[in-house]
């Protein structure tokens, strides 16, 4: 397995838009002409060599040093490995469509965003728009998996169609928005108005929730379906420790009526 | 000022509306010179001729000139909001002298004067300025780069004008109305869209008939439209009523075109997006071609000058303040999301995502009519090469319409890709016309400049503007009209093979086209209670005073001048 690693020469000089660093798309190029790459950087571009120390080679698997300020760090990700020391900026995996982007620190907005495949893990915490939709799009997320360790912010999982989404932390306002399907764990205390809108799909809580007056509550379920969803994720790496420990013991609502929806709420102890 | 020359030699002069037979590619080649920013005519000997470029037998027509595209002002700034992933798609990246921006039919107003200027065209006309939007569409204008613009204030659903109207006012007094508004809003026309039917949207109307009364001020869309077609008329606006007809896309809507065209009565008017109003009800399907009657009609009718708004197939966003159209056509969004709404009670807005494929039999024929409309009305100088940007598509198809329309055989090949039904319903097929480089020369140039008045534009004779574009003669006539071998705008080279010059003259401001007929200012006594009572701003700050156009020397103000009795009516 060969790995191409990039670690920062100093400071950034301002917002970078990482995407064209994609394992498969340096798999082709040499050192060199990796060094050549331009990134945009405001108004024109730079090299990537101006900003990393490129050693390795290229294949994969990229290993990053991650900035708050490294933009679309696994955008359009189709296959391979990017790993990231550190934080990255906005948009990370937006769009991603396979593969694996393992982020050590914390992300920017829209993480995840319009992701259709592969897995996103970030080891701090998320901002808003996690695994969101992009502005104007009538679907978000339609597939593969995002594993937080931290807390995210808001508007996480809005217009998810399908994929799983699992933050360990706290998650902020109107998580779920107008979800039409998939599955979204909170392992913390949710925020606002979750689940508003929402039509399908499930969000699953830990402890007591105050849902929205537009969730009908269903009382007190045993489910078997919730301990074949922990047996699913005991197989999987990185997923929160706040997310797992499900027994089957859940109370449910269904929602959002106001909009015809038949989502659920499942608050597990 | 300098008193040099830029000369442009050799070059086969397409110049319709020029010295005589100007438009006759087999005349001796001609030279042109330039200066200050206009057509000279040829100096003296001793002139100091600071440039000289060899067009070899190329090509050369005045800027063309867009009569209608939706380029600016609070609905298209919807359609951007409405579709972010047209802009994620499309960008177009700041060359140092250029600024960035994106979009591909509802462009940035950067990029929009950028792709306008690569394509030889040098002045296109924002046909539906709300006046209450009037402000904003200027402003942004004012950041559409090189090219000149203009706007048409929409009237005819306006409260104040239909309750004016109800109350008997009598022609005078809306004459002094529209003129006040021209004034007002720095427009160069008036444009009515639905007559009365926007209106009688809000009270639950649907649909609206000529003679239907409003269900509120019990006037009839007649009664609108010729009371504002006369107040034009009276007034000596050089640009007539722009009408967009009622009924707009729906079967059968062709008898309302041909009773709009006759209710006007010799009355000049202007008929736009005309494919749109060009639907029968024939056929198992009960849509179909009604463009032969339609153009039978204009060929009769020589107060009538039209635009055709043909239809391109893709995808791109409808954007009309026809909210009665736009509302019945909601359900055919795609993707699917659509906005409708009033501003201000003025008028209302609708913008509608659409996609026209050539495999649906509707969006096919639709693609027919429209060059039926362009290959069936005999006079050039009364039809005008429109997509209605962005409603049948994006204007840098022009080039693709141009070839449809030059090559009969091109247009064939294309015929024969789409749904087969329409080759059956069409007489697309059997009709011979090709147009001539003179006729498109007419219908992009010589024939806007003249339905507009715009003296000084649209040809090539000494004193014109120095707007000049030179083609390369290639069979390909698409090829040729995308990528002009030059572009001048007001005597500079703004592009060059279809690309922006890479100095600092591909760059700058084009002017904007307003027209000032007289009026009796009386009229603001009744307006300003008006404003009082009923608009979010007071009257004096609704006028657009001409610093906010000229904005300290980077836009420009050209005043077209009125018709005079004594001046050839159109
Ligand atoms: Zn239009």
């Excluded at chain 1, 698997?61 to 391979?80: I, M, N, Q, S």
């Excluded at chain 1, 694996?100 to 970030?122: D, H, P």
């Excluded at chain 2, 003129?179 to 007559?195: C, E, M, R, S, Y």
């Excluded at chain 2, 649209?458 to 995308?482: I, S």
Aim: with cysteine; glycine share 14%; net charge neutral.
């Amino acid at each position: 397995m060969s790995v191409l690693s990039l670690r920062l020469k100093g400071p950034l000089p301002g917002r970078i838009d990482a995407s064209p660093l994609l394992p498969q798309r340096l798999a082709g190029l040499n050192l060199r002409e990796i060094a050549a790459l331009p990134l945009r950087f405001g108004r024109g571009h730079v090299a990537a060599g101006e900003l990393f120390d490129l050693s390795g080679s290229p294949g994969d698997t990229v290993e990053l040093e991650g900035d708050g300020r490294l933009d679309f760090v696994g955008a359009g990700l189709d296959g391979g490995t990017i790993r990231v020391a550190g934080p990255v900026g906005h948009r990370a995996a937006t769009g991603m469509s396979g593969g694996f982007l393992m982020v050590e620190g914390s992300t920017g907005l829209a993480a995840g965003a319009a992701m259709r495949g592969g897995v996103l893990t970030v080891g701090g915490d998320a901002g808003d728009g996690l695994g969101g939709a992009l502005p104007g799009e009538r679907a978000g997320m339609t597939g593969g998996r995002i594993l937080v360790q931290g807390s995210c912010g808001d508007r996480v999982g809005e217009r998810m169609r399908r994929g799983l989404i699992a933050v360990g932390g706290d998650a902020g306002a109107y998580a779920a928005l107008h979800m039409n399907a998939g599955s979204l764990l909170i392992g913390g205390r949710p925020g606002a108005t979750t689940g508003h809108g929402m039509r399908n799909g499930t969000i699953l809580f830990r402890g007591e929730i105050d849902p929205l007056p537009g969730f009908a509550d269903c009382g007190l379920n045993q489910l078997p379906f919730l301990s074949l969803l922990d047996r699913h994720l005991s197989g999987l790496d990185g997923v929160p420790p706040a997310c797992r420990g499900l027994t089957g013991r859940a109370r449910r609502w269904l929602g959002d009526r106001g909009f015809g929806g038949r989502g659920e709420l499942l608050a597990c102890p | 000022m300098s008193d040099a020359y830029t000369l442009l030699r050799g070059g086969r002069v397409c110049d319709p509306a020029g010295p005589a037979a100007g438009g006759d590619l087999q005349a001796p080649r001609r030279d042109l010179y330039l200066k200050d920013g206009r057509i000279a005519a040829p100096p003296p000997d001793d002139a100091r001729i600071d440039a000289v470029i060899e067009l070899d037998g190329r090509v050369v027509m005045a800027g063309a000139i867009d009569i209608h595209s939706h380029i600016g002002g609070g609905k298209v700034n919807l359609a951007r909001l409405l579709l972010p992933e047209e802009h994620r798609q499309h960008g177009s990246a700041p060359d140092g002298l250029r600024r960035s921006g994106s979009g591909l039919f509802t462009p940035s107003s950067f990029v929009t004067g950028y792709r306008y200027a690569e394509m030889g065209y040098t002045a296109a006309f924002e046909p539906a300025m709300l006046p209450s939007n009037a402000r904003h569409t200027h402003l942004e204008l004012g950041d559409v780069p090189i090219i000149d613009k203009g706007c048409y204030a929409v009237l005819g659903n306006d409260d104040f004008l239909l309750e004016r109207l109800a109350a008997g006012a009598t022609q005078s007094e809306v004459n002094d109305y529209v003129a006040w508004i021209l004034h007002a809003t720095q427009a160069v026309g008036v444009k009515v869209v639905n007559p009365g039917g926007i209106s009688a949207f809000k009270f639950n109307q649907r649909r609206l008939e000529l003679d239907e009364a409003h269900p509120h001020y019990g006037i009839t869309p007649r009664r609108i439209l010729t009371t504002l077609a006369t107040a034009l008329s009276d007034l000596g606006v050089p640009h007539p009523l722009h009408v967009h007809c009622n009924n707009l896309g729906i079967p059968g809507n062709e008898s309302v075109t041909r009773d709009t065209i006759a209710a006007l009565d010799g009355l000049p008017a202007h008929l736009t997006h005309l494919q749109f109003h060009s639907y029968g009800t024939e056929g198992d399907r009960r849509f179909s071609s009604a463009a032969a009657e339609i153009a039978e009609a204009v060929n009769r009718s020589p107060n009538i000058s039209v635009d055709v708004g043909q239809i391109v197939f893709g995808q791109t966003i409808t954007a009309s303040a026809d909210i009665m159209s736009q509302f019945r056509n909601s359900g055919l969004a795609s993707p699917r999301k659509w906005v409708c709404t009033d501003i201000e009670c003025d008028g209302g807005c609708g913008l509608v995502p659409f996609r026209y494929r050539d495999k649906a039999f509707v969006n096919a024929l639709q693609w027919a009519i429209g060059l039926e409309l362009f290959l069936l009305i005999e006079d050039p100088w009364r039809v005008y090469l429109t997509t209605d940007h962005p409603n049948g598509g994006p204007f840098t198809s022009y080039p693709h319409l141009i070839r449809l329309l030059m090559d009969r055989s091109f247009r064939n090949e294309q015929l024969a890709r789409i749904n087969p039904a329409v080759a059956a319903h069409s007489r697309l097929g059997s009709i011979e016309r090709e147009y001539t480089l003179e006729e498109i020369a007419i219908m992009t140039r010589a024939g806007p400049a003249r339905v507009l008045g715009l003296r000084d534009r649209g040809h090539l004779r000494p004193g014109a503007v120095a707007d000049v574009v030179v083609y390369d003669d290639l069979p390909d006539r698409e090829a040729m009209f995308a990528a002009p071998a030059w572009v001048f705008k007001n005597g500079r080279p703004v592009a060059r093979n279809g690309r922006l010059t890479p100095n600092g003259e591909g760059t700058g401001w084009g002017d904007t086209i307003v027209v000032r007929p007289e009026f009796d200012p009386a009229i603001e006594r009744r307006l300003k209670p008006w404003f009082e009572d009923h608009q979010t701003v007071r009257l004096g700050n609704f006028r657009i005073a001409d610093g906010e156009i000229l904005d300290r020397g980077r836009g420009g103000l050209s005043i077209v001048p009125t018709l005079t009795a004594s001046d050839p009516c159109f």
